[in-house]
Structures are given as structure tokens and as C-alpha cells.
């Protein structure tokens, strides 16, 4: 079935230990996007890739980076993660365009940071 | 800006009904409306686009007023797999771009 998939579900890493994050897509979709996610919160854009455009939200933190190198991967760099960063990582995609079209998210990446 | 969801939750039992509001300040370009269940990722259910516009499968089904600027989620004769968190996801205009705004989410809990 086609897919949005995170790898891996589980991250541990030290405070300040730089971590990368990776989603993959077999929907061919043009948009992803990242999410941050805290506990009984809703998720919060951090960025989101048109094709090959990026596109930052003005609150979010310079800590975190993006790169898509193709149209099926797209990785979340978190620099020098702090402990406020712990959090579900939620990456999404949606395609034609961005016309109309749902989002289709994957199962996210739970950020635990020691 | 956050859209507005109420309640922040609702205990049902079986076949009973619910509504979860998701209301904004200004008019929306659209909303769409996901489910999430703990620990795993928000599930689209529908979009809705057109002032006054209402659709709906199944026993799920949503409302967007004339004004774009209020939506409901309606759930009917609900079932125990439709607990979770409901977000409402609003697009501002001036244009689609696809960037959705969450809400703070409604809990839905169903029980036998």
C-alpha cells in the first residue's frame, strides 16, 4: 500500500547531540511537511516543502533544518536538541498540488531527549 | 491564528450522538477534520470548502456555515472505535496553500 512512512518510531538522544529524522513517500505527493507534536497538544507546523521550495514558519526554531533531496524522502535535522524538544515528530504529505487535498500523515517518530 | 474547538471533551456511550465545534475569527478558505488515536497518526476524515456546505459518510458528517467562519463535526449512533482526539485543521486565506492550523483538540471517549 502506499504510504507515508517514519523512521523510527523511537529516538533517544543527549541533550545537544545533533538527531535527523527521516519520512519517506510512495504517494508521489508533491507537498510534505513537518509536524511537532507535544503531549495532549495539537500538532504544530514547523515547515513544509513544495516540490523543492521550502517554506520555514517564522516561530520555528533556527535549531531545527530540513532537507528533501527527492521527491520521496524529506529529513527533519535538529541541530542541538534541548529539552523542551522532546515531542512526536509527525511528517505528512499531500498531493495535486495543494489544492483541496487531505494531508496523509505517518505513524511519527516519538523524540525522547536525555 | 488557533481555531476555537468545543468541548475539549466528551464521554459518550454506545450509539449516542456528539458535536465538536472548531470556530475561527476570521473566515477560512477551508477545514478539514482528522481523528487521532493515542499514539498514532492523525486519519483524515473529510474537507470542507463552500460556505453552507455539508457532507458526510457514513455516520460521520460535518457543516461549514455560510460565514466560513464556524464548522461542526457531527458523529451518530457512535461506536467505540470512534474514541480519540478530533482536529479541526483551518486554512486561512488569502489562498490555499496547504498549510493547515490546528485546533486544540476535542477527546472523544465511547464507552460499551
Known amino acids: 500500500d502506499a504510504m507515508v512512512i517514519q523512521n523510527p518510531r523511537y529516538q533517544v538522544t543527549q541533550f545537544g547531540k545533533p538527531v535527523t529524522l527521516s519520512c519517506s513517500q510512495t504517494?508521489?505527493?508533491?507537498?510534505m511537511y513537518w509536524y511537532q507534536q507535544k503531549s495532549s497538544q495539537a500538532p504544530k507546523l514547523l515547515f513544509h516543502?513544495?516540490?523543492?521550495?521550502?517554506?520555514n514558519e517564522a516561530d520555528t526554531p533556527d535549531n531545527f533544518q530540513s532537507r528533501r533531496p527527492n521527491t520521496s524522502f524529506c529529513f527533519l535535522d535538529i541541530r542541538s536538541p534541548g529539552l523542551g524538544d522532546a515531542a512526536m515528530y509527525l511528517c505528512a504529505t499531500s498531493g495535486g498540488g495543494v489544492n483541496n487535498q487531505p494531508q496523509h500523515f505517518g505513524d511519527g517518530t516519538r523524540l525522547s531527549i536525555l | 491564528q488557533q481555531p476555537v474547538q468545543s468541548p475539549q471533551a466528551v464521554i459518550l456511550r454506545e450509539g449516542e450522538d456528539a458535536v465538536i465545534n472548531c470556530s475561527s475569527s476570521?473566515?477560512?478558505?477551508?477545514v478539514h477534520w482528522y481523528r487521532q488515536k493515542h499514539g498514532e497518526a492523525p486519519v483524515f476524515l473529510m474537507i470542507?470548502?463552500?460556505?453552507?456546505e455539508q457532507k458526510g459518510h457514513d455516520k460521520i458528517s460535518a457543516s461549514f456555515n455560510e460565514k466560513k467562519q464556524q464548522s461542526s463535526l457531527y458523529l451518530t449512533a457512535s461506536q467505540l472505535s470512534y474514541s480519540g482526539t478530533y482536529f479541526c485543521?483551518?486554512?486561512?486565506?488569502?489562498?490555499?496553500?496547504?498549510?493547515?492550523?490546528f485546533g486544540q483538540g476535542t477527546t472523544l471517549q465511547v464507552k460499551p
Open positions: 516543502y513544495y516540490d523543492k521550495d521550502f517554506n
Open positions: 485543521g483551518t486554512e486561512p486565506p488569502p489562498s490555499n496553500t496547504g498549510k493547515l492550523i
Open positions: 476570521k473566515a477560512l478558505y477551508s
Open positions: 470542507l470548502l463552500k460556505g453552507g
Open positions: 504517494l508521489n505527493h508533491n507537498v
